[in-house]
């Protein structure tokens, strides 16, 4: 599996992401590093204790690096939800947390994939 | 054969025009010569009527006037003198007395039966008196010519007049005489030197008065008949005599003796009388004749001078058809030569390629046979790579000739250092120069223009063939030297005139063989440099670079003197810029089997700010960098030798690609033309070529190209001079993205310090010194202090930029509100995520103007 085909398997836009930063190394070290960012941790947990600005904080982040790392369908879900915490409708933030969560373990698990490929 | 034959072709068609041509213009010349000659001598037979008539018709009237004169003197006579009861005597004296005085030679009274009685003077008789009496009867006046006893011609006037004769009868007429001369004379008929010759004839053409010049003669004879026995085409002496009888004129042509004489015939009054005029045409003819001959002379002399025009184009065309012919045939000449010269550099070169080739077969063949004697082998392979080394240059020679032939041969013009230049050069002859056991002198003197416009790559191309040509043919011991000096340059402040020497002391050439020193495939033919190898391209080649540079070269050789060659070029002035050559910390590997060029080229890379690592064969690079692959922490560059001992660049370009992937940019370096194997390589996963030497420049340039920095480098060319040296603090909670945006805003050359939240950032700007950062880049949401907290604490700080250091907002929320919000806190701009280079580079320019 190269850069390209993990991007495409959890509907990243690689090209993007190459335009920006534009070699595949940067690229994979920060994916790498993305194995081991906490944000989407802390999100859920803060979610569970009812700690809405935290949630916010952390799902903001998490927003952030998905832009910076062009994480297309992640970038999406994290959006929706900062927003929906933004304008307080936590309802609509739980409703979308599933979304989230899933989206959250397809990257996490082509990265993963991606990364054994690589050390083969 | 076909060139001779379009060449008898033209002469053929030209010789054919030229004569049409000169037929038509003789023709068209004396036809308009011919035309014009019968039109004057019409104009002229015309003139002379007119003048004929007009002279007749002045003499008539002159004639006319003075017989009208005498008349009336006889008139008078008459009146005077009455004839009634007179006594006769006193009648005759008194008349007699009266006519003398009037000049009369002779006095008559005539009876009417044609009697005449002399009052005075000779007796007299009408030549033909019948006419005359009988007009005196009629009571008219009349004029004749009479004849005295003496045979004397005179004029006689007769008029009317009554008086009585001796017989007491009464008389008819009074007539008077004078001599016929004084009619001659007075109408001055028979002078010499006249145009006009005249005589009178009466009506029936009977001869009253001859004329000597005329010389009719025979003066009973008529002259309308006697002018028939002239040549008469003109002529009709019936028409003639009619004239004469009706009292016209006439004009008509005679020919007398073969000249031609105008007629003209005018009846006079008072008589019977014409007078004739006679005018000679050869007078008119003489001035006529010589209009004639003048205008048939400027006719043929016009002819002529057209006729030599015409022939001086001819000849010159003729010259230039010809010159264009040997021209043709000069350029096939040269054509055969420069083919033949090809035919016998292939063979030439055949067995250039064959001696090197078979060394390598043959010692190829003696390695294989004795592949366990290790030091054989080594013997065998290293005369191998002497024998390809060979080969290679004289294919890259070969290569150059025919993109210079072919016209493909470009300079390629970048900011050259020649220091640099020169000590490329220097260590890429040291080692040939050592194994000759020469001496080899370097001497750069008064430089102050270090770095020029000019294709180095080509330069030093020139440069390496002069002094590999020196090492050449100079003889073991012998000595090189290379310099180079500078000199202001006429071209201007902005050049430099440089000058490079190559100079010897070894066999030196001749003076033939400098004179086609620079001709494509020549090589001194001598027996002792045969052994010599070479294509005998280089100094072609040389001479081409050079004259592409717009440079000269000069040679000057004695034979076992030795030989040097001067090089003066103007190149431009260009910047220096050491300082400017600053590329990324990137992690780099440099494999080459030449430890030397590996060891400068680590110091070139440490001033650029990469950290290089190097070793000196593929097996082992291979190996580091697949270790440090697995670490996660790869080569950002691989630079590979394409000639390694082993495995050479391309094979282990081709590994590599297959445990790295292919992201990892892997250039080639090459010595040589890549041209030939670039496919190959490009397949093996090669992304571009450096050529060697390795120059700083070169370096410099090639890696920033391929790590496509190129691109940027033109959007931002002057932020990566200004960011140089410059501080940004970037406040950024999460790793991933301060990774991210320190990656990029690293390229354009700053120093990036990390805060890991709005109250690490405001204390490290608190902390700092003045003027310490330059720019703050400040993520919105962050733990313990947001980025608008932060901004407005350090707007509010008693540090000493904190007004007017600029702070950027860094957020993935790019609603108008929060940008608003963000200028509210204090920040100068707003950069969306995601991070993008362009951008960064837009907003900074802006931040730091």
Same mark, same amino acid.
């Given at each position: ?13 690689y090209?993007g ?13 920060l ?7 906490k ?7 803060s ?5 809405y ?6 799902v903001?982040?998490?927003?952030g ?5 062009s ?11 900062t ?5 307080k ?11 989230l969560a ?19 | ?6 060449k008898?072709?033209t ?6 025009s030229?004569?049409g ?8 010349f004396?036809?308009l010569g011919?035309y ?7 104009a ?5 009527q ?9 003499i008539a ?22 004839s009634?009861?007179?006594?006769q ?28 009685e ?16 009988e ?8 004029v ?23 017989d ?40 009253v008065?001859?004329n ?8 009973s ?32 042509t ?28 050869n ?13 048939t ?29 040997? +021209?043709?045939?000069a350029? @096939?000449?040269?054509?055969? %030569?420069? !083919?033949?010269? *090809?035919? &016998?550099?292939? =063979?030439n /070169?055949?067995h ?5 080739m ?45 993109k ?7 300079l390629?013009t970048?900011?050259?250092?020649l ?6 050069v ?11 056991k ?8 008064n ?6 416009w000019?294709?180095?790559v ?17 003889? +073991?011991?012998?000595?090189? @030297?290379?310099?180079l000096? %500078?000199? !202001?340059?006429? *071209?201007? &402040?902005n050049? =430099?005139? /440089? ?16 004179k086609?020193i620079?001709?494509?495939y ?25 004259d ?15 030989t040097?060659f ?12 050491e ?15 030449d430890?030397?060029l590996?060891r ?10 990469i ?6 064969s593929g ?9 440090r692959h ?37 250039l ?12 190959e ?6 992304d571009?070529?450096?050529?060697k ?6 370096l ?25 040296g ?11 993205n ?5 990656e ?8 990036v ?7 690490i950032?405001?204390?490290k ?19 313990h202090m ?9 707007r ?14 860094m ?10 919000r963000c ?5 100068n ?21």
């Amino acid at each position: 599996m190269n850069l390209q085909e993990c991007y495409e398997k959890f509907g990243g836009d690689y090209d993007g992401v190459m335009g920006r930063l534009r070699r595949e190394q940067l690229v994979r070290k920060l994916l790498y590093k993305f194995l081991d960012d906490k944000n989407f941790e802390l999100f859920e947990a803060s979610m569970q204790r009812q700690e809405y600005d935290e949630a916010l904080r952390a799902v903001h982040t998490l927003k952030g690096v998905c832009q910076n790392l062009s994480f297309g369908q992640l970038y999406e879900s994290s959006s929706r939800i900062t927003l929906a915490l933004k304008e307080k409708d936590y309802g609509a933030a739980a409703e979308l947390a599933p979304q989230l969560a899933a989206d959250y373990g397809r990257v996490m698990q082509a990265i993963a994939e991606y990364q054994s490929s690589v050390e083969e | 054969m076909e060139g001779r034959k379009r060449k008898n072709h033209t002469a053929r068609f030209l010789i054919a025009s030229f004569l049409g041509l000169l037929i038509f213009s003789i023709i068209a010349f004396s036809g308009l010569g011919i035309y014009m000659t019968r039109m004057s001598h019409s104009a002229f037979h015309e003139i002379g009527q007119i003048y004929m008539a007009g002279m007749s018709e002045q003499i008539a009237s002159h004639f006319e006037s003075v017989i009208k004169l005498r008349f009336n003197q006889v008139h008078a006579l008459v009146s005077v003198v009455p004839s009634d009861g007179r006594d006769q005597e006193e009648l005759y004296s008194e008349l007699v007395y009266r006519a003398r005085a009037r000049d009369f030679g002779y006095l008559a009274l005539c009876s009417s039966d044609g009697n005449f009685e002399t009052l005075y003077g000779e007796f007299i008789q009408p030549l033909n008196p019948e006419p005359f009496v009988e007009a005196l009867v009629r009571g008219e006046q009349r004029v004749a010519i009479g004849e005295d006893a003496e045979g004397k011609e005179v004029v006689l006037f007769g008029v009317d007049a009554d008086y009585p004769m001796l017989d007491g009868s009464p008389s008819t007429g009074l007539v008077a005489a004078v001599p016929l001369e004084y009619i001659t004379d007075f109408l001055s008929l028979n002078k010499e030197n006249q145009m006009l010759s005249f005589c009178v004839i009466r009506d029936d053409g009977s001869i009253v008065i001859d004329n000597s010049h005329i010389g009719f003669g025979d003066t009973s004879r008529y002259l309308p008949e006697m002018l028939e026995a002239y040549d008469h085409s003109e002529y009709s002496a019936q028409a003639f005599s009619d004239a004469l009888q009706n009292d016209q004129t006439y004009a008509s042509t005679i020919k007398v003796d073969g000249k031609e004489q105008k007629l003209y015939s005018i009846p006079l009054s008072n008589s019977e009388w014409n007078l004739i005029s006679i005018m000679p045409y050869n007078r008119i003819n003489g001035v006529m004749d010589t209009l004639n001959s003048q205008r048939t002379r400027f006719t043929v002399l016009a002819c002529l001078s057209v006729l030599v025009c015409m022939i001086l184009i001819f000849i010159g065309y003729f010259h230039m058809t010809n010159q264009q012919l040997l +021209e043709l045939e000069a350029s @096939r000449r040269t054509a055969t %030569e420069a !083919s033949k010269a *090809k035919s &016998e550099f292939l =063979a030439n /070169m055949s067995h250039d390629i064959r001696t090197p080739m078979n060394a390598i077969v043959g010692m190829t063949a003696i390695a294989t046979a004795h592949i366990n004697d290790t030091e054989q082998v080594k013997g065998c392979l290293r005369k191998i790579t002497l024998s390809s080394k060979q080969l290679l240059g004289l294919i890259n020679d070969v290569l150059d000739m025919s993109k210079i032939e072919s016209g493909k041969m470009t300079l390629t013009t970048e900011n050259t250092s020649l220091i640099d230049l020169f000590e490329g050069v220097v260590s890429i002859m040291q080692p040939q120069v050592n194994s000759k056991k020469q001496s080899f002198d370097v001497h750069v003197d008064n430089i102050t223009t270090e770095n020029v416009w000019c294709d180095g790559v080509r330069l030093n191309q020139v440069l390496l063939n002069l002094l590999s040509n020196a090492t050449k043919y100079t003889p +073991e011991g012998g000595a090189i @030297r290379l310099s180079l000096y %500078e000199e !202001s340059s006429p *071209k201007g &402040e902005n050049y =430099a005139r /440089m000058h490079m020497v190559v100079k010897d002391n070894g066999i030196g050439m001749t003076q033939e063989f400098l004179k086609k020193i620079y001709d494509s495939y020549s090589r001194a033919d001598e027996n002792r440099i045969h052994k010599i190898e070479g294509a005998g391209l280089g100094m072609a080649i040389t001479k081409y670079i050079v004259d592409a540079m717009e440079g000269a070269i000069d040679v000057s050789s004695e034979p076992n003197q030795g030989t040097e060659f001067h090089l003066t070029f103007d190149f431009e002035k260009a910047p220096a810029r050491e300082v400017d050559m600053v590329l990324p910390a990137w992690n780099m590997l440099v494999v080459d089997d030449d430890e030397f060029l590996c060891r400068s080229t680590m110091d070139t890379l440490k001033t650029f700010g990469i950290r290089a690592e190097w070793t000196l064969s593929g097996e082992k690079a291979i190996e580091l960098a697949v270790a440090r692959h697995k670490r996660g922490d790869d080569y950002q560059i691989i630079l590979l030798d394409w000639k390694l001992p082993g495995i050479n660049g391309i094979q282990v370009a081709r590994e590599l690609r297959r445990h790295l992937g292919k992201e990892i940019p892997i250039l080639l370096i090459s010595a040589y033309d890549w041209s030939e194997f670039e496919t190959e390589a490009r397949e093996a996963g090669i992304d571009g070529f450096i050529s060697k030497p390795l120059f700083k420049s070169t370096l410099f340039y090639n890696l920033r190209k391929f790590m496509g920095l190129e691109k940027t480098q033109s959007q931002a060319q002057e932020q990566t001079a200004e960011l140089t040296g410059r501080r940004i603090l970037l406040a950024e909670d999460n790793e991933i993205n301060w990774e991210v945006a320190s990656e990029l805003l690293s390229e354009l050359g700053p120093e990036v310090e990390w805060a890991e939240d709005g109250q690490i950032c405001l204390e490290k700007f608190e902390k700092s010194p003045a003027g310490y950062y330059d720019l703050i880049f400040m993520d919105i949401r962050m733990p313990h202090m947001t980025g608008y907290e932060a901004a407005q604490a350090i707007r509010k700080s008693s540090h000493p930029d904190a007004a007017s250091i600029p702070i950027i907002a860094m957020s993935a929320d790019a609603f108008s509100e929060d940008i608003q919000r963000c200028l509210d806190c204090g920040m100068n701009g707003h950069v969306a995520k995601p991070i993008d280079l362009a951008e960064i580079t837009k907003v900074l320019e802006k931040a730091l103007k």
